[in-house]
């Protein structure tokens, strides 16, 4: 090679590098589509079973001949039950625990420790979380086996979930707005409660929604707290037991024999629709609020 | 200092005083976020406390801890019961182990994929999926092990039942990766820009600026992905008791059936009655799993921490 003529040629070297760095790419894509083609294909597998099952009886009748035929609207309107009840208990302590630690908290040992314990709490398994039900919830506070001692063990459980998307979109609130408030002399409360509130609404939103899906799709925690195999009939109180989705997948799964092949299909469809529809409005929601904000 | 003068300084005094009702909502309201900050550590100090006393009696009196760790029988029900739980912990071990086998390499990639070379739309699509793929409900995953995974395994590996190590390690995989591709993902974020900007600079290609530069500066982030995957796998109860066959046994195969901790806690409690031996058992496995769990996550938690304090 001239050493003139090699001013734009790339080098020997040049050219390993670039075969190395095109190779290593290729085989990182690989692997992620490795990763990501096969939980495609079998959610394509859920789909293409589970959807001739669905109907409006499906969903509005209750399950009949040892659930082998009929619908699953017991367990649909118990699901909407326990979540809804889990959330009235999470959000509250969810919520002012996220303001405590984004507006109060100085950084000294009992904001480590608080943080410690959000950590563990969100590693913590999911059936030590129905262990702790059924030790503190049923038989400690004696809720029995309800949908109340179910829901406060899913509102344990989904705590995390709430506590760090709200702290970090109330995080992400610029401090100017903060001092701007203080300095017309305004407390610290009136502070959060009528501008870094406001200004984060939809970002707690998106946790909200993230903790719901969470809730639905708990099997372990509600077995021994609170959902049941079969109920004909939807809770009344928050004392009543209640049949559930998740828990409903795992028994016509595994519990009771003669179910048509594709009854867990069409339950699990059910399942994951709806747990995934709620992702997808909380990841919408997030990304129509990264392009309007502005700060 | 004259009446008239005291008056007057005792005025200003009260005009001072600023506790008026706004002032006592803000001490209201301090108390009130106060309180829902310190319910995490209620929550986790009681899980803690219940689940210990629940098997408290049991585990002092009547367990022999050389049994439960060295035994592989757990006949709860037998005539003279025996609690050894070496099989279930070796059911645990070796599904996340095979779990993390399969997926920890493909994880990384993905996390270094998505982090470092896509771009633009791609990279969204790609988070976006990662994100619903976490999202997965267990169960769904155990129906997927059951009715999907194991009759595959049956027909290409031709072993007589595809409820075995191998189902439980993939599915528990498959659960397991988005969680660790977003953390690790996260930990080659945390690398400043400039220092890939620096390397580039110097004539170094993409591939180049991440196995030297990235990398290296993302390591203890990485492990801690990897960590926290481990905690999740440890700890899934639903799918591995539908996907893993249930069998009481130490694996000398991938395709020999297995059974966990958690798996045993989900399939027995329902069958004891409160108090009893069985019962009090089940609550001593729960007490090791919380233990494991919280070790591996305050190892994760003290990794990061140390890293970003090392940054500051």
Redesign the interface.
């Known amino acids: 090679m001239s050493p003139s003529g090699s001013t734009f040629q790339p080098t020997a070297s040049e050219q390993r590098?670039?075969k190395?760095?095109s190779a290593?790419?290729s085989?990182?894509?690989?692997?992620?589509a490795?990763?990501?083609l096969?939980?495609?294909g079998?959610?394509s597998?859920?789909i293409i079973r589970g959807f001739p099952g669905l109907s409006a009886e499906f969903f509005l009748e209750e399950p009949r001949n040892v659930m082998s035929a009929g619908g699953i609207f017991p367990a649909l309107v118990g699901t909407v039950w326990l979540t809804a009840v889990a959330l009235l208990v999470a959000l509250?302590?969810?919520?002012?625990?996220?303001?405590?630690?984004s507006?109060?908290?100085k950084d000294n040992w009992l904001t480590g420790?608080?943080n410690?314990?959000?950590?563990?709490?969100a590693?913590?398994?999911?059936?030590?979380?129905?262990?702790?039900g059924?030790?503190?919830f049923v038989?400690?506070l004696d809720f029995g086996v309800s949908v109340l001692a179910a829901s406060c063990t899913l509102a344990?459980m989904t705590?995390?979930v709430i506590?760090v998307a709200t702290r970090e979109s109330l995080q992400a609130l610029p401090q100017s707005f903060r001092e701007a408030c203080w300095s017309l002399g305004a407390?610290?409360?009136?502070t959060?409660?009528r501008v870094v509130l406001p200004n984060s609404g939809s970002g707690i939103l998106t946790g909200v929604i993230l903790c719901v899906?969470?809730a639905?799709?708990?099997?372990?925690p509600i077995?021994?707290t609170g959902a049941v195999l079969y109920l004909p009939v939807a809770p009344e109180s928050v004392w009543d037991q209640t049949m559930a989705l998740?828990?409903h997948?795992?028994n016509v799964?595994?519990q009771l024999p003669g179910i048509p092949e594709g009854l867990?299909?069409s339950v699990?469809l059910t399942?994951?629709g709806v747990?995934?529809s709620?992702?997808?409005i909380s990841?919408a929601l997030r990304m129509k609020l990264r392009g309007r904000k502005k700060w | 200092m004259s009446d008239e003068a005291a008056k007057q300084h005792r005025l200003t005094a009260m005009e001072f005083d600023r506790r008026d009702r706004?002032?006592w909502?803000?001490m209201f309201?301090?108390a009130?976020?106060?309180?829902?900050?310190?319910?995490?550590?209620v929550?986790?100090?009681?899980?803690l406390v219940?689940?210990a006393?629940?098997g408290l009696e049991f585990a002092a009196n009547r367990l022999s801890w050389t049994e439960f760790f060295t035994s592989i029988a757990w006949r709860p029900n037998s005539q003279k019961p025996e609690y050894g739980a070496l099989a279930l912990i070796a059911g645990t071990v070796s599904t996340t182990a095979v779990a993390m086998v399969l997926?920890v390499?493909?994880?990384l990639?993905?996390a270094?994929?998505?982090g470092e070379?896509?771009r633009g739309k791609k990279r969204e699509w790609?988070k976006?999926?990662?994100?619903?793929?976490a999202?997965?409900?267990?169960?769904?995953w155990?129906?997927?092990g059951?009715?999907?995974?194991g009759p595959f395994i049956t027909d290409v590996f031709g072993v007589p039942s595809g409820l075995n190590l191998l189902n439980a390690g993939i599915i528990l995989g498959?659960m397991a990766?988005p969680i660790m591709?977003t953390i690790a993902e996260d930990a080659l974020k945390a690398v400043p820009d400039s220092y890939r900007e620096a390397a580039e600079a110097l004539g170094a290609?993409?591939?180049?600026v991440?196995?030297r530069v990235v990398l290296p500066h993302a390591r203890p982030g990485l492990s801690a992905a990897v960590l926290?995957g481990v905690?999740r796998a440890?700890?899934?109860?639903?799918a591995v008791?539908?996907a893993s066959g249930h069998a009481i046994n130490v694996p000398k195969s991938l395709f020999d059936p297995i059974r966990s901790l958690?798996a045993t806690?989900?399939a027995e409690?329902?069958e004891t009655a409160?108090g009893d031996d069985h019962y009090q058992a089940?609550?001593v496995v729960?007490m090791l799993?919380?233990t494991i769990?919280?070790f591996?996550?305050?190892i994760a938690?003290a990794i990061v921490r140390g890293t970003r304090r090392k940054k500051a």
């Open positions: 590098r670039r190395q760095q290593a790419q085989l990182l894509a690989l692997t992620t490795m990763l990501a096969p939980a495609l079998i959610l597998i859920l509250p302590l969810g919520i002012s625990a996220a303001i405590y630690l507006e109060y908290a420790l608080i410690i314990a959000i950590v563990n709490l590693g913590v398994p999911s059936i030590v979380h129905a262990l702790f059924v030790g503190a038989l400690f344990v705590l995390p506590i407390t610290r409360w009136q959060i409660w899906s969470r639905v799709g708990e099997t372990a077995m021994f998740s828990l997948l795992y799964s595994t867990p299909f699990a399942l994951i747990v995934l709620m992702n997808a990841i | 706004s002032w909502t803000d309201a301090k009130l976020v106060f309180g829902g900050g310190v319910s995490a550590i929550f986790i100090v009681g899980i219940f689940i006393t629940q997926v390499p493909l994880s990639g993905a270094i994929y998505i070379f896509a790609l976006i999926l990662i994100e619903m793929l999202a997965v409900p267990s169960v769904v155990g129906v997927i059951l009715n999907v995974m498959m990766a591709t290609t993409k591939w180049q991440v196995l926290l905690g440890f700890g899934e109860t639903i008791l539908m958690t806690i989900a409690l329902g409160e089940l609550f729960g799993l919380f769990t919280f591996i996550n305050m938690n």
